[in-house]
């Protein structure tokens, strides 16, 4: 983490949240507009309330570099905002914007993992964002010189009271705030989003001082003078009630008479530009973080208040909370304890054989309150994908421009629920998806597609639903399709061939683009073709025990299947016994268990045993033998075995007995073990059983690859 | 120099060597010893969480010969290690009095398998004599210090070298 002032250490993950998740909101905006092709008066305000935000909480922070980019993103809205009819071709503001934002989350990323972390010098995009909002101004000289004129240059002041002078059906108000409340300017500025918000058809003329959202003195002169501001509405009634329930408000007062305001206007006027120019003189934009730390509660709070509205404004209101996930790793552990200390007083073997009437029946109630408790917890971590697949509208967006290809994007069942450290891990598998779809997938050319008799429009399908403890995820597109025949030479050429090319099934081969160092691109562009993608995708996904399939079809399309856990921390389980030791195996991966003969067993060259079941040859793996454990029960007619399958690959697993299924919380092997492979054992965690022993929970696909 | 200097310059002398043998005298710390073979080993107090015996343990593939397993302390799985055959003595069965102590360091538990816990003994500076650079002993780099007693020379561990073991220095990731 970067270094910042003392005392505001803790705000750092803040900041980092709520700015990251801002950043995120923007490109959704950004996204929805461009396609709709208009900005709504809505979606300008959401944005400048977004900049403003980052602004706002940038400065305070002491990040000066991101405070100044804010602002200049800011300014560039601030003229779209006044003219909001004349922005139907604004193409390059999309293309401004997002780079802006793309800067801003590599310096967040940054901030947030850099120990020495250097402001990055952002003068570049400064002076494009300069250059756009001139641009914009430009278009716009013509029409509107005046209001277009940013806050910034003290003429408009002037303007603005002339304009509300002019303007004879308007009203205007002057407001007074609490003593002391500090930061005056942006309670103003909430004052009038609230007023926006809170009536309709309500239009703010003007207000002075003008320029609270970029001048901090500004305050000064809103408690010196009050807060003026004009508006023009039916219901003025309900504009100034929406005033008077403004925080920290303390007094309004309804100026009517036209003459007096005109002079008012003026007089404010007059005193805000001095001023605006003494900070003009200072330097910078806005105050560098002097002011902010001097009191980071009272410039939290309007940064809190300022979310609220726009969260209510979507809908019904959200009562969300943020909250450490390390507290709820904590609470996590917490219940899995409760849930074996349960079990061990429960089934304690002192109660054996007592008659324990009410001890049973309140036993039989905790045990359902924990199951509820452990239920609850589950699903407070337990987060919906739309996060990560609403952010493949970007890339998808983004690489439509670069390779000029038309694609769009459907997404479906994004409200599929999964646990917090999966949706975490599962960005980057998506994305790699998801640029493979565009880049190999699609066809490169229009021409192509209609050739092929598919629309022009190509389209890549994200969809996720759950079934029984797994959620499946899948990345289609209605591209050309894997050519099998291209795979196969490819694969020969990198020699990853086991058996000749003709005893592959087209499956197989399809598979094989999972493969390490398979890439079926020659030229390596810039999303796709590294030659490390596909196979780096397949181990992470494994690495959180999901598996990566391919379905692909010539000509019609490639489906991508990624299945994964609902949760990593609670595995629906098989306890089997070996000698003394207790395994889990997960239920999922259980195929059947069952008894063999003895003239069942085949035996290899190598002494091997082999199992046939249903005319599928397995490899039998004696459990004892491979975890070096003493048991009695050697004679395969005595004990047991399972059928167990992972990514299309079987074994068959020879234990002593079965003891039940159980639920069981994964955890982790101690910490001072992770310097041994266990892992590579076949072993992925353990878990504490009812009766405290220690039960190892086997890993599948680990347990295969070391066979 | 008038009288009052000297005379405050005395002071100082005496409250100095007074501190000097208040250091010698004061405790620093205290160690719990215990048995392995004949040898009277100890760790310090602070590192230890707790003295039990010897629970089930659940063997774990993969580890060296000296990590017997996995145990469950109190809903806690913490791996334990046979301390003998972590010196290169030869293992012993254990009995009622084999214990297992917890220890910890930086967050990492560890149970280790004594032959016996003798009890807890208060550590002054003046027992305290250094640990040789090298004798050739292959354990010495366990030995945080040697304690001259009474009763006998103790050898106090270094739980931290103890924990973060020599060449696999792995256990943060």
């Known amino acids: 983490m970067a270094k910042v002032e003392p005392g505001m250490e803790a705000m750092v993950d803040v900041y980092i949240f709520e700015t990251t998740a801002l950043l995120e909101q923007l490109d959704e905006i950004l996204l929805r507009t461009e396609k709709a092709n208009e900005f709504t008066e809505e979606d300008i305000n959401e944005i400048f309330r977004i900049m403003h935000t980052v602004k706002g909480s940038s400065a305070m922070m002491g990040f000066e570099n991101l405070q100044v980019l804010a602002h200049k993103g800011e300014d560039m809205f601030f003229i779209i905002r006044e003219n909001p009819e004349k922005m139907t071709d604004v193409g390059f503001v999309y293309d401004l914007v997002f780079q802006m934002s793309d800067l801003f989350k590599a310096e967040i990323d940054m901030i947030q993992n850099d120990d020495d972390y250097e402001p990055t010098d952002f003068s570049d995009m400064l002076a494009k964002l300069e250059k756009g909002a001139k641009m914009l101004k430009g278009e716009l000289d013509g029409i509107n010189a005046d209001d277009s004129a940013s806050a910034a240059s003290p003429a408009a002041d002037d303007t603005a009271a002339a304009a509300a002078a002019a303007a004879p059906d308007c009203t205007t108000v002057r407001v007074f705030f609490e003593d002391g409340c500090k930061m005056e300017n942006i309670r103003a500025f909430m004052l009038i989003n609230n007023v926006k918000e809170s009536v309709d058809d309500v239009e703010i003329v003007s207000y002075i001082p003008e320029d609270i959202e970029s001048n901090q003195d500004s305050a000064n002169v809103i408690i010196d003078n009050g807060f003026i501001l004009s508006f023009r509405a039916p219901d003025v009634k309900a504009v100034l009630s929406a005033i008077e329930s403004s925080l920290n408000v303390e007094s309004y007062e309804v100026i009517d008479a036209n003459a007096q305001k005109a002079e008012e206007a003026e007089q404010a006027a007059a005193e805000a530009a001095p001023v605006q120019q003494e900070t003009a003189a200072a330097g910078s934009p806005a105050a560098p973080s002097a002011p902010a730390p001097a009191a980071p509660k009272p410039a939290e709070k309007p940064k809190a208040e300022s979310k609220a509205p726009a969260a209510s404004s979507g809908g019904g209101k959200q009562s969300l909370i943020s909250v450490n996930l390390q507290k709820l790793d904590q609470l996590h552990d917490i219940v899995g304890e409760i849930i074996t200390t349960e079990s061990m007083v429960i089934s304690n073997p002192e109660l054996e054989g007592l008659r324990l009437e009410s001890f049973t029946k309140s036993a039989r109630e905790l045990r359902k309150l924990t199951a509820d408790l452990q239920d609850t917890v589950m699903s407070i971590r337990m987060v919906p994908l739309t996060g990560p697949f609403q952010k493949m509208n970007r890339i998808v967006r983004d690489m439509k421009v670069k390779l000029n290809k038309d694609v769009e994007l459907v997404i479906e069942g994004d409200t599929t629920e999964v646990d917090k450290s999966i949706v975490d891990n599962l960005n980057d598998p998506l994305m790699h998806l998801v640029r493979n779809c565009m880049d190999h997938g699609i066809e490169d050319t229009a021409e192509q597609r209609i050739a092929a008799g598919k629309p022009a429009k190509g389209t890549i399908k994200l969809s996720a639903m759950s079934s029984s403890g797994e959620v499946i995820i899948t990345i289609s597109d209605d591209g050309q399709g894997i050519d099998t025949e291209k795979v196969i030479a490819k694969a020969e050429r990198n020699g990853l061939l086991m058996k000749p090319a003709s005893e592959y099934s087209e499956r197989e081969i399809q598979n094989m683009i999972l493969l390490p160092g398979f890439s079926t691109n020659d030229v390596v562009t810039e999303y796709s073709g590294r030659g490390v993608g596909m196979d780096v995708v397949k181990s992470n996904l494994s690495k959180m025990g999901g598996s990566l399939t391919v379905e692909s079809k010539k000509g019609e399309g490639t489906a991508f299947i990624i299945k994964i856990p609902l949760t990593l921390a609670i595995v629906d389980g098989m306890e089997i016994m070996v000698g003394d030791a207790e395994f889990t195996v997960p239920i999922s991966v259980i195929k059947e268990s069952f008894i063999v003969k003895r003239d069942q067993i085949l035996n290899d060259t190598k002494r091997g045993e082999m199992i046939m079941i249903r005319g599928v040859c397995y490899p039998m793996l004696r459990l004892n033998e491979k975890f070096g454990l003493y048991s009695e029960v050697n004679d395969i007619e005595d004990g047991i075995v399972l059928l167990i399958e992972s990514e299309n690959r079987g074994i068959c697993l020879f234990a002593d007995k079965l003891i039940g299924e159980q639920q069981v919380v994964v955890k982790p092997f101690p910490k001072y073990l992770s310097q041994y492979d266990i892992k590579g054992q076949g072993l992925s965690g353990c878990t504490i059983m009812g009766d405290g022993s220690i039960s190892l929970i086997i890993d599948v696909n680990n347990l295969i690859g070391s066979h | ?173």
Not at chain 2, 59 to 81: E, H, L, Q
Request: net charge negative; proline share 5%; no cysteine.
């Open chain 2, 1 to 173: 120099m008038d009288i009052k200097e000297l005379f405050a310059k005395q002071e100082e002398m005496k409250q100095k060597n007074l501190n000097a043998k208040n250091e010698k005298e004061s405790e620093i710390t205290k160690v719990m010893t215990f048995y392995i073979g004949d040898q009277v080993y100890g760790i310090e107090i602070p590192s230890v969480i707790e003295i039990i015996g010897v629970p089930h343990i659940t063997v774990v593939p993969g580890i060296p010969y000296y990590i017997k397993g996995i145990i469950n302390v109190r809903s806690k799985v913490v791996p334990v290690i046979d301390m003998r055959s972590r010196f290169g003595k030869e293992e012993k069965e254990y009995t009622d009095r084999t214990n297992t102590i917890i220890i910890e360091e930086a967050g990492v538990s560890v149970g280790v398998i004594v032959d016996e816990v003798i009890g807890v003994i208060p550590v002054f500076q003046k027992n305290i004599a250094n640990s040789p650079d090298r004798i050739g002993v292959n354990d010495n780099k366990f030995i945080k210090y040697l304690l001259e007693m009474p009763d006998g020379i103790k050898l106090v561990l270094d739980v931290a070298k103890l924990i973060y073991d020599g060449d696999m220095y792995l256990v943060e990731e």
